[in-house]
């Protein structure tokens, strides 16, 4: 009895475990099935997102309908999915004085644009129209129209000035210091109608009937939020500021009236 026992067990013990089904997984029809899905997806954004309305978020200096030409114009498809998706990838210059933009999508056919604008460090007068120009002192923008918030910037000497292109000036620092100077008077709310750049590098400010000597290019922080007091006591008057004795420590101004 007890040898069939041992026989039982060593039978059991010799059984195969049955062998597992491999699972074939179709590629070819999971990537048919994917490529398809992809096409129709396509399809569907081609067909039922294209784009109506354009939006431009608020402008500075630019209005919106230039803004919202230069969209037209340049790297544009009619697409809102495509259209911002092309924006995270490559980004034309709309404007010369728009650094970048970002598209924001408010529905299946509506953008908005919201654009970074460049700072203008200042203007020049040349063959009847402004020349705008940038911190570097690239000549970027030719216009008829004068912003209010860009000086207009004379003494500068230069034998010709080609548009994207530095203006040739002997000190290359100088476009730096404009806009410091551009920045500092618009910070304030100086009523600075234009700035004179002397051969030495120094500015002259002048407003109305007054020069505002800066004599060097020290202390632009302290001295420009000065002139605003200083300009108003001398509203109708007509003559010269010298500050060179105005620092930290001493703020002293001499006045030199234009008939003295």
Known sequence: MKEKDEKKVIRMSER???????????VKRILIGLILCLILAIGGIAAFCPIKTIRIADVEDYTKAEVKQAVKKKGYVNNTVAYFLLSKIKQPELLPFIESYDVEINGPNTVTIHINEKKRAGCLLYNGKYVYF?????????SQKKFDDVPLVTGLKFEKLVMQEKIPVKKKNVFSFILELATTIGKYNIPIDQIYMEDDGTALLISGDITVDLCDNENIDIKIPELAGILKKLKGKSGTVDMRYFDEYQKITIFQPKNS
């Open 16 to 26: 195969k475990e049955p062998e597992k089904r491999k699972i074939h997984i179709p």
């Open 134 to 142: 940038d911190k570097n002192g690239y000549a970027l923008e030719s």
